[in-house]
């Protein structure tokens, strides 16, 4: 009997040793996991806060540093793909002034021949409407290259060019309906209505709405719309 008593005692004893065991060494197990899900890329992984005392602790700290960790690595990767915008931003300013440039030495030929040919086709003629068409295009795709270097063009220290934000929204549309159409993607303003005010600084407003349009028209499918939604204070 006491052999038997000792038996059941010893087994007893055994037994809830490693129930015990299996209880602390369970939320390791778990952590072990985890730690192993992270290193592979799985940031944010969290574990269940279970334990007793310092394991407890540590589960919980293991899931503060997992969530910061996903947010560190989401605002790298935010930072990486600014950066890597802002420079395809840059390279396709430094492409656009020297593309302006060379269209304005054939503009200003054009003009000239235009000129010319006013005087070989003065009013009346049947084809002076044709030389107007000719003068009044040239000059008007010469301010286009103008306003293209003028947004390409470093702001002067200082400067403070400042007209109505309507003004602004009008040119920028302008300017990027070839765009527009080439994807036939429909532009249209909605919201308050904006009047002559209020006076902005004109470059940066304009490369401001530029970027947002432009960023809008890469990602609209062909025959989409862009609606650039007005909201006054």
């Known amino acids: 009997k006491v052999w038997a008593a000792t ?3 010893v087994i007893i004893g055994i ?23 992270v290193g592979e890329g799985d940031f944010g992984t969290a574990i269940p806060e279970k334990g ?35 420079e395809k931003l840059y390279a396709l300013g ?11 030495n ?21 084809k002076h409407e044709f030389v107007e068409i000719l003068a009044k295009e040239s000059d008007r795709l010469h301010r286009t290259v103008d306003e293209i270097l003028g947004f390409a063009r470093p702001q002067a220290k200082g400067r403070n060019n400042r007209e109505p934000l309507v003004r602004i929204v009008d040119r920028v549309q302008a300017l990027l309906a070839r765009q527009l159409k080439d994807k036939a993607i429909t532009f249209s303003v909605s919201g308050d209505k904006i009047d002559q005010e209020p006076l902005v600084e ?27 939604l007005s909201q006054t204070a």
């Open 106 to 126: 054939p503009l200003a030929s054009i003009r000239g021949t235009a000129e010319i040919l006013r005087d070989d086709f003065p009013p009346g003629h049947p």
């Open 52 to 86: 007793v005392g310092e394991i407890g602790e540590l589960a919980t700290t293991f899931n503060v540093m997992s969530s910061q960790l996903k947010e560190l690595v989401t605002a790298m990767k935010s930072a990486q793909e600014n950066l890597v915008r802002t």
């Open 202 to 228: 004109s470059d940066a407003m304009t490369q401001v709405l530029l970027n947002i349009i432009l960023n809008a028209h890469d990602a609209v499918p062909v025959g989409g719309k862009i609606n650039l």
């Open 7 to 9: 038996g059941v005692t």
């Open 15 to 37: 037994l809830a040793a490693l129930w015990m065991a299996r209880r602390l060494i369970f939320p390791i197990l778990l952590l072990n996991r985890a730690a192993h899900r």
């Open 94 to 104: 430094e492409f656009s002034t020297g593309l302006a440039h060379e269209i304005k």
